[in-house]
């Protein structure tokens, strides 16, 4: 079997014999270039399997190289070398397409981790995008798209911002990227961060010794630790306090955590992904989520679409679903059931179809489920149905209240008064639902 062919670009010459002596003990032929020209002139020659190179060249940038890489019939994975401090230039490179970065002074054990994940990325194959089909079911052109982009992601160890509604299926498109991944075969670690007690989320992040507060029986691994060689997906990001905000940002540009109690930081490597149903934008504009943190978090942004927005794909959600629900796929929706459905906007999402037609089931004769077994919310929440909104209707704070009042006494009625039942369906923290009931003046419902 060939040795692996990696392209090393840097004009200092102790940088490529330190990169050159390292390569080689790993059983991988190396080619040096100078410059962005030698290094074109051997891309187009050689069959090269990795670049790194340096950002700052003779003759141009890195960045120079990733973008030339990127035009390639078969773009290879590269990773910049940059100077300590340069986060922001790793970062835009990135963005361009770059697999990962390392930082100087360089960290051997970091660079040997680097180089073993690029190369162990396949040959793209053609039936990736159908095996992803079906998991992440769909054929409108936002799923298609979708299915397009987790596939170029998980070629990549840039981290992935992925926005949308709750239960629109956030988490699978994380692990839809894990999969994929040359880091499939490593854990995959999803936490919600607003589940987390905010006085044991820094131990819970990133560890603790033995003896390190009361209760602290022994050491204990973070989940950073937890997800070492694999990837991290943050849910709920948005609900972190602003003083771990701090340190997960310093975790993400060091690649380093330091263990509740212990004096030496210790190195991680770990792929993130981060996910919330809020608006981060405007909570940095609210000086709520730190700016620093969005920019590093956000090098990626996928958006998960509300199922509203691709009803057409609701007969092949609805077929699966039930199809998962009874084990065969006996149970059918009249037609009108089915219109019903596609008519229908779905605040919970693909969460909420699941909760319909495991309802539905409970419900129907035996047949065909038909629309009074899907019972489904009245009044406001038919795409089709519900009127647009005018200026007769009083504001548009008014008019919105009424429908998010409507939704919770909705919410509440199915779930027999149980608040914390009624939040969940809702897609709400507890916090936020409690909120919610004293700003509309129906705490005392």
Same mark, same amino acid.
């Given at each position: 079997?060939?040795?692996?062919?990696?392209?090393?670009?840097?004009?200092?010459?102790?940088?490529?014999?330190?990169?050159?002596?390292?390569?080689?003990? !790993?059983?991988?032929?190396?080619?040096?270039?100078?410059?962005?020209?030698?290094?074109?002139?051997?891309?187009?020659?050689? &069959?090269?399997?990795?670049?790194?190179?340096?950002?700052?060249?003779?003759?141009?940038?890195?960045?120079?190289?990733?973008?030339?890489?990127?035009?390639?019939?078969?773009?290879?994975?590269?990773?910049?070398?940059?100077?300590?401090?340069?986060?922001? !230039?790793?970062?835009?490179?990135?963005?361009?397409?770059?697999?990962?970065?390392?930082?100087?002074?360089?960290?051997?054990?970091?660079?040997?981790?680097?180089?073993? &994940?690029?190369?162990?990325?396949?040959?793209?194959?053609?039936?990736?995008?159908?095996?992803?089909?079906?998991?992440?079911?769909?054929?409108?052109?936002?799923?298609?798209?979708?299915?397009?982009?987790?596939?170029?992601?998980?070629?990549?160890?840039?981290?992935?911002?992925?926005?949308?509604?709750? @239960?629109?299926?956030? $988490?699978?498109?994380?692990?839809?990227?894990?999969?994929?991944?040359?880091? &499939?075969?490593?854990?995959?670690?999803?936490?919600?961060?607003?589940?987390?007690?905010?006085?044991? !989320?820094?131990?819970?992040?990133?560890?603790?010794?033995?003896?390190?507060?009361?209760?602290?029986?022994?050491?204990?691994? @973070?989940?950073?630790?937890?997800?070492?060689? @694999?990837?991290?997906?943050?849910?709920?990001?948005?609900?972190?306090?602003?003083?771990?905000?701090?340190?997960?940002?310093?975790?993400?540009?060091?690649?380093?955590?330091?263990?509740?109690?212990?004096?030496?930081?210790?190195?991680?490597?770990?792929?993130?992904?981060?996910?919330?149903?809020?608006?981060?934008?405007?909570?940095?504009?609210?000086?709520?989520?730190?700016?620093?943190?969005?920019?590093?978090?956000?090098?990626?942004?996928?958006?998960?679409?509300?199922?509203?927005?691709?009803?057409?794909?609701?007969?092949?959600?609805?077929?699966?679903?039930?199809?998962?629900?009874?084990?065969?796929?006996?149970?059918?929706?009249?037609?009108?059931? &089915?219109?019903?459905?596609?008519?229908?906007?779905?605040?919970?999402?693909?969460?909420?179809?699941?909760?319909?037609? $495991?309802?539905?089931?409970?419900?129907?004769?035996?047949?065909?489920?038909?629309?009074?077994?899907?019972?489904?919310?009245? @009044?406001?929440?038919?795409?089709?149905?519900?009127?647009?909104?005018?200026?007769?209707?009083?504001?548009?704070?008014?008019?919105?209240?009424?429908?998010?009042?409507?939704?919770? !006494?909705?919410?509440?009625?199915?779930?027999?008064?149980?608040?914390?039942?009624?939040?969940?369906?809702?897609?709400?923290?507890?916090?936020?639902?409690?909120?919610?009931?004293?700003?509309?003046?129906?705490?005392?419902?």
């Amino acid at each position: 079997m060939s040795k692996p062919q990696v392209l090393i670009v840097d004009d200092e010459p102790d940088i490529r014999e330190l990169l050159e002596i390292t390569l080689t003990r !790993m059983a991988i032929d190396t080619h040096s270039a100078e410059n962005v020209t030698e290094a074109k002139d051997i891309l187009k020659q050689k &069959s090269i399997d990795l670049c790194l190179t340096d950002m700052r060249l003779p003759d141009g940038s890195g960045l120079e190289i990733v973008d030339y890489i990127q035009t390639l019939a078969k773009p290879i994975p590269v990773a910049v070398i940059t100077a300590h401090g340069s986060i922001d !230039m790793a970062i835009l490179a990135m963005k361009k397409g770059a697999f990962d970065f390392i930082s100087k002074p360089i960290d051997l054990p970091a660079l040997r981790q680097v180089i073993s &994940s690029a190369l162990k990325l396949s040959e793209q194959s053609s039936d990736k995008e159908r095996r992803t089909r079906h998991l992440l079911l769909g054929e409108s052109p936002a799923m298609r798209e979708i299915r397009t982009k987790i596939e170029k992601l998980a070629r990549s160890q840039a981290p992935v911002y992925i926005s949308g509604e709750s @239960g629109a299926g956030k $988490e699978l498109v994380a692990r839809l990227i894990h999969q994929q991944s040359p880091r &499939s075969d490593r854990p995959f670690v999803a936490i919600n961060c607003g589940a987390i007690p905010l006085e044991l !989320m820094e131990s819970e992040f990133f560890g603790h010794k033995k003896g390190s507060f009361t209760g602290a029986v022994s050491d204990k691994k @973070g989940l950073f630790q937890a997800a070492e060689a @694999g990837t991290l997906f943050l849910d709920e990001i948005a609900d972190l306090p602003l003083s771990l905000q701090v340190k997960l940002l310093r975790a993400i540009q060091e690649k380093k955590i330091r263990p509740v109690g212990d004096q030496l930081e210790v190195f991680v490597d770990v792929r993130l992904l981060s996910a919330t149903h809020k608006n981060l934008a405007e909570m940095v504009q609210a000086g709520t989520f730190r700016q620093d943190l969005y920019y590093r978090i956000n090098v990626i942004d996928l958006q998960v679409p509300p199922l509203r927005d691709r009803t057409t794909d609701i007969p092949d959600l609805t077929a699966h679903i039930l199809t998962k629900l009874t084990g065969d796929n006996t149970v059918t929706l009249s037609a009108a059931a &089915s219109k019903a459905l596609q008519h229908y906007s779905f605040p919970g999402n693909v969460r909420e179809l699941e909760n319909i037609l $495991e309802r539905a089931l409970a419900l129907y004769d035996g047949s065909k489920i038909e629309v009074d077994d899907l019972n489904l919310p009245v @009044g406001v929440t038919h795409v089709a149905d519900s009127p647009l909104y005018d200026p007769s209707m009083g504001t548009l704070e008014d008019y919105l209240e009424e429908i998010e009042k409507t939704a919770i !006494m909705v919410a509440l009625e199915e779930n027999r008064w149980n608040k914390t039942a009624a939040a969940k369906q809702l897609g709400l923290s507890f916090r936020s639902f409690r909120y919610r009931l004293k700003k509309l003046n129906l705490d005392d419902e």
